[in-house]
């Protein structure tokens, strides 16, 4: 009965390789998200969706593309990936002020 | 436009002794101010919050912060911190529009 979960949890691949990040919630929420957590820990903001509407897009290259097929999904798909994209991916959820965390999927671009 | 910052990257504390992680916030509007902990490889989780009332909130694991609006600070505070309070600690503002604002982090180690 995990409240955010994400899949894979650990993803090593080569450069220009396309690849996807799995995010479902069962807390009813409206909305999600996608973080990118770099090696210093540093937390961005990707992207939002409320009630599958994209509402944040914060300058995140064209070859990240989210897709929420529903509300309780929402998915990271990543084409032709490079170096800097190496880092720990979070889905988060909300209903409101408070955030909850998937438990992050590590990339490792080669 | 808002902005959280920590004001300590790291802070290296002895167990069972008392520790302050600090924290200020820029913003014109009212906010709602946050801490998240993160534990070695897994996701943030909330330790605490403020929305309004009480200045002095308590949150899991025996933490608590302090919300000073004239000094624009939420800074957290534990009076005897453990071992497994090792980690990441990101203080957090939310002004609305589903946008939260993560400060840049600060590790906690407690060492014995």
């Known amino acids: 009965d995990t409240a955010v979960s994400q899949t894979p949890k650990y993803l090593v691949t080569q450069m220009g390789n396309d690849k996807s990040i799995k995010c479902e919630q069962n807390?009813?929420?409206?909305?999600m998200y996608w973080y990118k957590q770099d090696s210093k820990k540093f937390l961005k903001i990707m992207f939002s969706y409320n009630n599958k509407e994209l509402i944040i897009n914060e300058t995140v290259p064209n070859r990240f593309s989210p897709k929420s097929p529903d509300k309780a999904h929402l998915n990271l798909h990543i084409n032709s990936l490079e170096l800097g994209d190496s880092a720990v991916y979070f889905c988060?959820?909300?209903?409101?002020?408070?955030?909850?965390f998937g438990p992050g999927t590590r990339l490792t671009v080669l | 436009a808002q902005s959280v910052t920590q004001l300590d990257s790291q802070v290296p504390v002895f167990e069972e002794a008392p520790v302050e992680l600090r924290c200020n916030y820029s913003s014109s509007v009212s906010v709602y101010l946050f801490w998240y902990v993160q534990y070695p490889n897994q996701g943030l989780q909330l330790l605490l919050k403020?929305?309004?009332?009480?200045?002095l909130v308590k949150g899991i694991n025996g933490f608590e912060a302090e919300f000073n609006k004239s000094q624009t600070s939420f800074h957290l505070r534990k009076p005897s911190v453990h071992i497994s309070d090792t980690a990441e600690y990101f203080c957090a503002a939310y002004t609305g529009g589903f946008k939260t604002i993560f400060g840049a982090g600060t590790r906690l180690f407690v060492k014995a």
């Open positions: 807390l009813g929420h409206d909305t």
């Open positions: 403020y929305l309004s009332g009480s200045t």
């Open positions: 988060a959820s909300s209903r409101a002020d408070t955030q909850y």
